[in-house]
């Protein structure tokens, strides 16, 4: 049978809609978690601590996403000063090294070793839970005093490992990628506004601004 002349519409979709309706859930599956996050992270930014993020693939792009929307903004509409966030997959050329000559696993670990301290925090991001390279960066900030964040979908070691663990309702890796990049910017949104106050006042709407 061929194929309707519909399909690609079609799938697009029922992507669409399932990925609104994880998006929908957060607020109810893992929205005080969420909160939880933005308080850590705020806290952590006001002692003078910075925000380290590990992750690979498309998590590894969501690192250097997210750090970007603290170091420059989030929106047009809030000037603030930078806020201190590096993405430790960011590095190629000791990613290279390190994995060539010592393995994969270590490689977040070993970043978090050399440049993390203690009141420091780490997100570490794994659709699965279980990224080898992430769990082991995440027991690498426990044993220096590093508060962690894991962004994961359901289940996994992260899971229970990871001090705040925020977990997306769903089993597809696409929808839990879109999900945490929502999560992302509700994060960045409510630190920078929480550290730097909202404009007009002590209240505001979450609308955002507009980019250019």
């Not at 308080?39 to 997210?66: V, W, Y």
């Not at 000791?94 to 050399?114: I, S």
């Not at 992430?134 to 992260?158: E, F, N």
Request: proline residues 4%.
């Amino acid at each position: 049978m061929e194929p309707s002349k519909t399909w690609p519409r079609d799938r697009m979709r029922t992507h669409i809609q399932e990925s609104m309706e994880v998006t929908r859930r957060l607020v109810e599956s893992c929205g005080d978690d969420t909160l939880h996050a933005a308080a850590a992270l705020t806290e952590t930014f006001r002692a003078g601590g910075k925000l380290l993020l590990c992750g690979n693939g498309g998590s590894a792009a969501d690192c250097q996403h997210m750090a970007t929307e603290l170091v420059s903004r989030l929106t047009i509409d809030f000037e603030r000063p930078g806020l201190p966030a590096i993405a430790l997959p960011a590095d190629s050329s000791y990613l290279t090294a390190y994995a060539n000559d010592c393995g994969y696993d270590g490689v977040f670990a070993r970043q978090v070793q050399a440049l993390g301290k203690p009141g420091d925090i780490l997100i570490g991001i794994s659709t699965s839970g279980g990224s080898a390279n992430v769990v082991h960066a995440v027991r690498a900030a426990r044993q220096v005093d590093i508060r962690t964040i894991a962004l994961i979908g359901g289940g996994g070691t992260l899971q229970e490992l990871a001090d705040i663990a925020i977990a997306v309702p769903s089993a597809f890796t696409q929808y839990i990628q879109e999900a945490h990049l929502v999560i992302e910017h509700i994060l960045c949104d409510i630190v920078e506004r929480q550290l730097f106050g909202l404009p007009g006042g002590a209240s505001g709407d979450a609308q955002g601004g507009t980019q250019p």
